[in-house]
């Protein structure tokens, strides 16, 4: 750094970054591809003098130098243009001459996050490493010697769960006999993707999922079912027959929903369901929040809204004053617009409102199901703030909710839908297990699907994370055709399948050995131990050392 | 693995017949305990069909109490089976006290009361004297119930039945479930020890049900007297069972698609797809999910054997007019009803229930894939 380059309080040093870049001048072939990838414009083409020293021997001469130039790449320094951590110029580099490598000790970009006032936004998930609690969870209860344990590989498996609202046995015999109304219900695979909208995702990663999940029932016979986030849904799909594989979720910025509404008459099928997203996991108390730079003509179009505007939807629904207003009421003006056909149900955050909605709904004879979302759960785009320090586990706040209900003796008559960091670190069988062992209907899961099925690169270790901006180095979140090409919807198709086959057998793995096939384990929390005895204490589960 | 054997008869029977049967299927199971069911019973008590009786095992201070207790309700001994073993109890059985069946007269109170209120003013007192007992350790009591005895007992299944003279002459019965084996997955108590009873719905089963907790826990928070203890996995069997009948007015046919529903592919063409669908999903909450087979009894007599939905227990039914027995093994049948025609036999299969009606006339198989009689 020059003395005369102009120290102001946001100049930092390559030091005081989180990412640093490594270069070697000696393998990199200068085909620029890495800064031309670079989402962020975190590293340039640079021009260096380099001062050469020509001693000769002998006494009578003096030694000479000459000043020489060479070129290579510079990281800069400006906070504006941090690296990011991605890695694209590594995945780019014909000789592995450039990767980035975190710098472990504080830096001092944190406090410089901020320009113009403003707070830090950014997509992914809360920073925070290390196994989370349901990975420490341990299937323990296993049926060796006493009986015969089954086997994954040859019996026959019932993996599906129900959404909907079950009515008690007595009720829905009493119906059966009159001939009266019982409540929609569906059966689904347990594991749901989770709301993700269009334009939050690209119009090449939403195929992708679509397809996958479109395969996945028509060829496999796997119903798993995808829920399109708030942001509509293209009026095709709105019209086919593939619709039935989705469940329309409406937010508290209804966009999209003009769409919806006007392609009712000219449904062919019904979708699965309905969600009332009223918070996220990611940001409780936040709405949603679609940035401008990723609203362009077709999302605009989609939404109903102008170009290149940030969207953010109000944290709450804005014309209902209460929670019987906002539940009861949204939930059965859904009902009544698709003729009492289609399950209705909420989406909230983990927390401590958890319990009231839950009681709340167990009143409603037409809320299907309860959807919690924990606070390790993904967005697209939000103040760094929200994902990092607000909301609620997910495993005890599920917890909770099902004891209540078991209280109530209605578990599993209100499905209870757990979403928020599942498979985190990778484990999402074994996540997914403990969630639905814990009380758990079904899973929901959005972040581990970009990371799978499409090589979302984000990570709780502040790596990429700029799904908000629009500059997605995958593709995924970016709504830049120059961008988003690179990303091919029948791959992701392909590995959404791939994920949902191998979570398949892995649930097999698990529950065989436990002995369960015919019925999803929903409330085996004897099957369950950990070796924190708070935990286990928290969630009625047995301490395991 | 514990072994099973049930009986029905046209003519009262001995236990000692179903004992015998335990033991020559003695290879599969350890001998660590023995339960029994008597039901429609002859001697003195078929004399008195309608008295509830007690059966239980009491401590000379568990005597007294019962007399006080019973007698502040107003309950008023009739007729009563006491043994009250002299000798050392054979190795393994633990020294308790007096074995006893003991029938009542019901109060001028309950008289008249609807079958209902009835039934759960027995289950009422039944629960008492077993809390109180557990309490005091004075007694314990393991059923209140007309025409109905049980007898429950830690040790060998023939030399207890020997011990406790159950091959008394006044003790015939023409339904029995005999069940040879403590409870191994769970604490070792008699309560833990098959049959389980509840309101003339008995059953035994042999294995593990793994879908116990959850079972367990949408049965207790039903709200129903009785459906408590729980010492067991398998007395959720008898709880489904009670659950179904009485609470959901269903008959025995429905038992096998509540534990064992049908598989999607399985209800595509059945002619009762969309009741069945709808009762699947209902009554998904009773889903067992074990290796099991469980021979019941119900209050009209019949008797009946399903398996689990993969088969993986044995069990064979098999007799002739006048008297079937069910087995876990056809050693066991042999030795009751050896003159039996054998090619007759049947081992029902992952979607029967083989019942066996009170004319004890044939065994009929009730297949899950059979139009269902209609709800009524």
């Known amino acids: 750094m020059q003395s005369n380059a102009g120290l102001t309080p946001s100049t930092l040093s390559l030091k005081d970054l989180p990412w640093q870049i490594d270069w070697d001048i000696h393998t990199c072939t200068l085909c620029g591809r890495c800064t031309a990838v670079c989402p962020v414009n975190a590293i340039e083409l640079g021009v260096f003098r380099k001062r050469e020293l020509h001693a000769k021997p002998g006494i009578p001469e003096k030694p000479t130098n000459t000043y020489t130039i060479y070129h290579g790449i510079r990281q800069r320094t400006d906070p504006a243009y941090r690296c990011i951590g991605c890695a694209m110029c590594n995945m780019v580099c014909p000789n592995n001459a450039i990767r980035p490598r975190q710098l472990s000790e504080s830096p001092m970009l944190w406090y410089h996050n901020n320009r113009g006032g403003q707070p830090r936004t950014r997509g992914g998930r809360r920073n925070e490493h290390g196994p989370n609690l349901l990975d420490q969870v341990k299937f323990i209860r296993i049926s060796m010697l006493t009986d015969p344990a089954l086997d994954a590989g040859r019996h026959e498996f019932e993996l599906k769960t129900l959404l909907g609202r079950i009515l008690p046995p007595e009720e829905e015999i009493n119906a059966l006999k009159t001939d009266g109304w019982t409540p929609p219900v569906r059966e689904i695979y347990p594991l749901i993707i989770g709301g993700m909208s269009f334009g939050a995702l690209s119009p090449n990663m939403w195929e992708g999922l679509y397809m996958g999940i479109s395969y996945l029932n028509e060829e496999l016979g796997i119903p798993a079912r995808i829920s399109t986030g708030e942001g509509g849904c293209p009026p095709r799909l709105l019209r086919s027959r593939f619709i039935k594989y989705v469940i329309l979720q409406i937010a508290s910025g209804y966009f999209g929903w003009d769409e919806i509404i006007r392609a009712i008459p000219e449904m062919q099928e019904d979708p699965c369901a309905i969600e009332i997203k009223y918070g996220q996991g990611a940001k409780p108390g936040d709405g949603g929040l679609l940035m401008w730079y990723k609203v362009n003509k077709l999302i605009a179009a989609l939404r109903g809204v102008p170009q290149g505007v940030s969207l953010p939807s109000p944290p709450t629904h804005q014309t209902k004053y209460s929670i019987e207003e906002a539940v009861a009421k949204m939930i059965q003006s859904m009902y009544m617009a698709w003729g009492f056909r289609v399950p209705v149900y909420p989406k909230i955050s983990a927390s401590s409102t958890s319990l009231a909605v839950l009681n709340n709904l167990v009143r409603n004879p037409y809320a299907a199901a309860l959807a919690v979302d924990g606070e390790d759960g993904g967005t697209g785009a939000a103040y760094n703030v929200s994902i990092n320090h607000m909301g609620h586990p997910i495993a005890s706040n599920l917890r909770d909710c099902y004891l209540n209900l078991v209280a109530q003796g209605r578990q599993n008559e209100l499905p209870i839908i757990a979403g928020g960091g599942i498979g985190k670190n990778g484990n999402i069988a074994a996540n997914a297990a403990s969630l639905i062992m814990l009380g758990a209907s079904a899973v929901q899961v959005g972040k581990y699907m970009m990371q799978a099925a499409a090589g979302c690169i984000g990570s709780e270790g502040d790596r990429c994370n700029v799904c908000n901006i629009g500059l997605c180095p995958k593709g995924i979140t970016s709504q830049d055709p120059r961008i988003y090409r690179r990303l091919d919807p029948e791959k992701v198709a392909e590995r959404v399948v791939d994920v949902y086959l191998a979570f398949d057998t892995e649930m097999r793995k698990i529950f065989a050995p436990l002995g369960r096939s015919t019925s999803l384990p929903i409330g085996m929390s004897d099957a369950l131990g950990i070796a924190d005895k708070d935990a286990a204490e928290r969630l009625q589960i047995k301490y395991v050392v | ?376």
Not at chain 2, 103 to 113: C, R, S, T, V
Not at chain 2, 351 to 365: N, S
């Open chain 2, 1 to 376: 693995m514990c072994r099973l054997f049930s009986l029905t008869s046209r003519d009262p029977v001995s236990p000692m017949l179903a004992i015998n049967a335990l033991n020559v299927m003695k290879e599969g199971h350890d001998g660590s305990g023995v339960g029994l069911y008597l039901h429609d019973l002859g001697g003195p008590f078929g004399e008195m069909k309608e008295a509830p009786i007690l059966s239980g095992i009491f401590t000379e201070a568990g005597l007294k109490r019962l007399s006080q207790t019973a007698a502040e309700i107003g309950l008023d001994p009739k007729y009563s089976m006491t043994f009250s073993p002299q000798t050392p109890p054979p190795p393994g059985t633990p020294k308790r006290g007096t074995y006893l069946a003991r029938a009542y007269d019901i109060p001028e109170a309950w008289k008249g009361l609807p079958a209902d209120e009835l039934a759960q003013e027995y289950t009422r007192f039944r629960l008492m004297l077993r809390a109180s007992g557990e309490e005091l350790g004075d007694m314990q009591v393991f059923s209140f119930w007309p025409d109905t005895i049980m007898v429950k007992e830690v040790g060998d299944p023939l030399t207890v039945g020997q011990y406790l003279g159950l091959d008394n002459k006044d003790l015939v019965a023409r339904r029995i479930l005999a069940q040879g084996r403590q409870n191994t997955n769970y604490a070792i108590n008699l309560y833990a020890c098959h049959p389980f009873f509840l309101q003339g719905v008995c059953s035994m089963t042999n294995g593990e049900n793994t879908a116990f907790i959850p079972i367990r826990e949408y049965l207790s928070s039903r709200g129903v007297d009785g459906y408590s203890g729980y010492q067991s996995d398998s007395e959720v069997f008898a709880h489904i069972l009670h659950f179904t009948l009485k609470r959901l007015g269903l008959g025995l046919e429905y038992y096998k698609h509540i534990i064992t529903p049908l598989t999607d592919e399985e209800l595509e063409g059945h002619p009762d797809r969309e009741n069945l669908i709808r009762l699947k999903q209902a009554c998904r909450k009773l889903i067992i999910d074990g290796p099991n087979c469980v021979i019941g009894c119900l209050p009209d007599g019949a008797m009946f054997m399903v398996q689990d939905r993969k088969k993986l227990r044995p069990g064979v039914v098999g007799g002739k007019p006048g008297i079937f027995a069910f087995s876990s093994e056809i050693c066991g049948l042999n030795a009751a009803i050896p003159d039996r025609d054998p090619s007759k036999d049947f081992q029902p299969m992952h979607l029967d229930t083989a019942i066996v009606r009170p004319d004890c006339q044939e065994v009929t198989i009730c297949n899950q894939m059979q139009v269902l009689p209609r709800l009524h």
